[in-house]
């Protein structure tokens, strides 16, 4: 498999909306996957790949040797050293016997861990898509020699002499413990009680980890334990196999616990990886619930390694996913039944030990993580009608109501279609139990689609038209952005002014970037989709300026990404109705599953990508230096010294937020307050702030300019009260702090 490893350029500003990947100027390369145990006795050569990923960095820090321009490349290894000879010298430091291949005109290791390796400029630039060279794909080739220190990853770390480049770091090799390493694709599973008791194990592997490991001389033994037999009639010869080579085997013993054979014509010095395959176990009459089935393989020629083949367990119905790779799911694509593949369904097997075991009495549940909506499910290997299910939200309960027989074992197939939402990442887990004892399985990987990423700009409040940081859009893959996709940005009390310029910087995508002002009263900025890529992209948009009124309190704004085409945003989508048709023949009208429902309006790209550091109330005049303590439900609040009496305490209101009592707080920071009893509004005056709010309407106006509150103005017991961060955003207050334990809030 080959890895891949980016030096990054050093200007590049980003911030991630989800973890990705920045612009490469380098491309690095692992050609091969090395595996190895640990010590000085296992030397391995990893062969890498040095080459200009595309046209954006030109190798200028250049110097001649013998005629030849040439860069430097810095080489550190992370638990591995250099390999020596029999003279004491580093193997890649020997001219004219260790083969420096392609475009690696020098090496020089200084020490164990670190070398300097010096690279042809003129190959390395080869691989640009412009000018004398055009099309032409070339690599620096180099061979590195050494081995692991101890257990784990081996790592490569590059550096540059050139600028433009930044550390990047590569595995180049795995060490393993033990020279030999066995597993199984799965485990086998026994019920007890049940009328099965025999079963076909999965592949084993046997896994040379160094050069001759496994000695075709030497008898190898697999012995079984754990109250499990062999099945000796069906083991033959041609069970084993091998990987790269046409070596045999020839078994010399099998019996209820022991199987013996030797290897025929095996090449020396090389690396083997033996599987085996159909290889059939029983239980015993003394298998109980518990009992676990160990194979243990050993040799004359390596340490004996031992794994898990079967087990007995007391659940009547086991889970499998059988995919050796489980599906990846791209966060906040909308699929349906209609637009679905195999990206984003994926299968669950089921099989009872004896009949009847799922019935409207004990019923099977797939309790998916929060984040992950089931969209529909579909059985296979069943009677069409015996199996009904329903979907609530992430929970899934399925059971038999069809008439069978009590003998009759139900093994079976569900498939399940599955969307998460925009801010899930990583694995997904789903808990089956129910009336049975719970199972966790993995059954797919959740990725974002592509990313948003943007550093912090820090501005003063009395510049309204405020230049920001650039904005990098990435696609994970090709195509996920389609045609007609708009992603919407915003940050938060402010608007875009200026789009400034973009430039698709990898790949071939197709966009238009303009500001919206017409969306939620809010300027956003809009990326749309013209043509769908046909190589991953990067979009990277500059010179942006953003609206700011100069009433903002100090404190961070956060970047969001409130709409795209293909996410799930809450009630993006039509929830089916009782009356929708829409189904499997074999499901009732009742069990359809609601679509698009997560409750996710945004994702937050930057919590702070506007960083004010400065407001508006650091040039007030009547700023002062009062503290306020208020206490929810107390009759008086702390006012410096002093002890303020309240007739209506502050409360929570039913939406959660914390509610002041707007005079009190206000004359306690010396403003003046005035009620307009026609219109219901409420005028603040403090310094050279002139702040008016109306009952029941969200936008307040500070200085004339309209600012909006989290939550309208109320009157409670003839009083006007407001949510604290929106009084505090009136007075220009910047701090507020909120005791949970006290239920008290302190503004100054």
């Given amino acids: 498999m080959k890895k891949k490893l980016a030096l990054l350029m050093a200007a590049i500003m980003t911030v991630a909306m989800v973890p990705m990947t920045a612009f490469a100027s380098t491309k690095l390369t692992a050609v091969d996957e090395i595996s190895t145990a640990a010590g000085d006795d296992h030397e391995f050569t990893s062969t890498v790949e040095l080459s200009k990923n595309d046209d954006q960095v030109d190798v200028t820090n250049v110097y001649d040797k013998d005629g030849v321009k040439v860069f430097d490349v810095q080489l550190k290894l992370t638990n591995g050293k250099f390999a020596k000879n029999d003279d004491d010298e580093y193997v890649m430091n020997e001219k004219g016997k260790f083969p420096n291949k392609k475009g690696v005109v020098a090496v020089d290791v200084k020490n164990d861990t670190t070398a300097t390796v010096s690279l042809n400029a003129d190959i390395f630039n080869k691989n640009n898509n412009n000018g004398n060279n055009a099309g032409l794909k070339e690599a620096c080739v180099l061979d590195i020699v050494a081995y692991a220190v101890e257990t784990g990853d081996v790592v490569a770390t590059f550096t540059s002499n050139v600028t433009q480049f930044k550390k990047a770091s590569e595995v180049i090799a795995t060490a393993y413990k033990d020279e030999v390493a066995i597993e199984i694709e799965g485990v086998r599973t026994f019920v007890e009680d ?3 008791d025999q079963d076909t194990l999965k592949d084993i592997t046997i896994n040379g980890l160094v050069n001759d ?15 499990f037999e062999f099945v000796t009639s069906t083991i033959e010869e041609s069970d084993f196999s091998f990987l790269n080579s046409n070596a045999t085997v ?19 010095d090389q690396l083997t990886k033996l599987t085996i395959s159909g290889i059939d176990i029983k239980t015993t009459k003394k298998c109980n619930a518990g009992d676990k089935a160990t194979i243990t393989v050993s040799s004359k020629s390596f340490d004996s390694v031992k794994l898990e083949a079967a087990r007995m367990v007391e659940e009547a119905v086991t889970y499998t996913v059988e995919d050796e790779e489980v599906p990846t799911i791209w966060a906040g694509k909308n699929y349906d039944k209609d637009s679905a593949d195999d ?35 579909e059985f296979d290997g069943v009677k069409q009608g015996t199996f ?16 069978k027989a009590e003998s009759d074992e139900t093994d079976m197939q569900v498939k399940f279609l599955l969307n998460a939402a925009p801010t899930f990442s990583g694995d997904v887990k789903v808990t089956l139990g129910g009336e049975f004892d719970d199972v966790e399985l993995k059954v797919a990987t959740v990725k974002a689609p592509y990313t948003v990423e943007a550093k912090t700009t820090e501005v003063l409040i009395d510049y309204r038209y405020v230049p920001v940081n650039e904005i990098v859009i990435t696609e994970a893959e090709e195509g996920l952005l389609e045609d007609g996709d708009v992603i919407a940005l915003q940050v938060e009390k402010m608007d875009f002014e200026d789009a400034g310029s973009y430039e698709v910087t990898t790949g071939d995508l197709d966009v238009d970037v303009t500001i919206n002002d017409g969306k939620n009263d809010v300027a956003q900025l809009e990326v749309e989709v013209k043509d769908e890529s046909t190589e991953a992209s990067t979009v990277t948009i500059s010179g942006l300026e953003l609206y700011l009124d100069r009433t903002l309190p100090v404190g961070g704004y956060a970047l969001q990404n409130v709409k795209a085409d293909n996410i799930l945003w809450e009630n993006s989508t039509d929830k ?36 004010v550091v400065t407001s ?33 305490p502050a409360y929570i209101n039913a939406e959660n937020y914390t509610e002041l009592p707007l005079r009190a707080v206000s004359e306690a920071f010396g403003a003046t307050v005035g009620w307009d009893d026609p219109s219901n509004t409420v005028t603040i005056m403090m310094g050279q702030r002139i702040v008016s709010m109306t009952i029941g309407s969200k936008t307040m106006y500070i200085n004339g300019t309209p600012v909006q509150m989290n939550t309208a103005p109320e009157i409670t017991n003839e009083r006007t009260f407001v949510p604290v961060r929106d009084l505090a955003n009136a007075l220009g207050i910047s701090k507020i702090d909120w005791n949970e334990a006290s239920q008290t809030v302190t503004l100054n």
């Fill in 250 to 268: 020839s078994i010399k013993e099998k019996d209820k616990d022991t199987i013996k054979f030797t290897i025929n014509d095996l090449e020396k």
């Fill in 616 to 648: 508006g109330r650091d040039n007030d005049d009547s700023t002062t230096n009062r503290k306020i303590v208020i206490t929810i439900g107390a009759t008086t609040m702390a006012v410096g010294t002093q002890t303020i009496t309240l007739d209506t």
């Fill in 194 to 196: 049940a009328t099965k």
């Fill in 213 to 227: 490991a496994i000695d075709g001389k030497k008898e190898i033994t697999l012995k079984l334990s754990g109250n």
């Fill in 576 to 611: 089916k109705g009782e009356d929708d048709k829409d189904s499997y023949e074999y499901v009732p009208e009742a069990n359809q599953a609601s679509n698009g429902l997560f409750k996710y309006k945004e994702v937050t790209c930057n919590d702070k990508y506007v960083e």
């Fill in 388 to 403: 009904k299910y329903e979907i609530d939200e992430n929970v899934v309960t399925i059971w038999n109501y069809g008439e």
């Fill in 343 to 377: 990206t984003n369904t994926l299968e669950v097997a089921i099989e009872e030990n004896t009949g009847d075991i799922l019935n409207t009495s004990r019923k099977a549940t797939f309790t998916f993580p929060e984040g992950i909506e089931v969209v529909d499910a």
